[in-house]
């Protein structure tokens, strides 16, 4: 069994500032992405931000310069800094990893159980 246990979401004002946290564990032989999305009521999971294992990133248009992705591969964790929060970032994020179990050859994506970020105005 491989889980994600995310942290730090809560309430801020606008143009606040949260950090997200997500540590990943179990039978975990390797991880290769790992990155957060987010998901509005009624609408799809979109892409927040990903990072590669070698540190490479990617964010959407729409948090670039404001978040930053970082991870540390000795705790399997990756986190979220979210700077100059703003309303329309109030949603529900999730993490998600790209592991690879202990005696297997199979890649699969993990999930973790969401946290909500909440930006007044």
């Known amino acids: 069994q491989v889980q994600l246990v995310e942290s730090g979401g809560g309430l801020v004002q606008a143009g606040g500032s949260l950090r997200l946290s997500c540590a990943a564990s179990?039978?975990?032989?390797?991880?290769?992405?790992m990155g957060w999305y987010r998901q509005a009521p009624g609408k799809q999971r979109e892409l927040v931000a990903t990072i590669t294992s070698d540190g490479s990133t990617n964010y959407a248009n729409s948090v670039k310069g404001r978040f930053t992705i970082s991870r540390d591969n000795a705790k399997n964790t990756v986190y979220l800094q979210m700077n100059s929060l703003k309303p329309e970032d109030t949603v529900v994020y999730y993490c998600?990893?790209?592991?690879?179990?202990?005696?297997?050859?199979?890649?699969?994506?993990?999930w973790g159980q969401g946290t909500q970020v909440t930006v007044s105005s």
């Open positions: 179990g039978s975990i032989f390797s991880i290769n992405a």
């Open positions: 998600a990893a790209d592991v690879q179990k202990i005696g297997t050859r199979i890649w699969y994506r993990h």
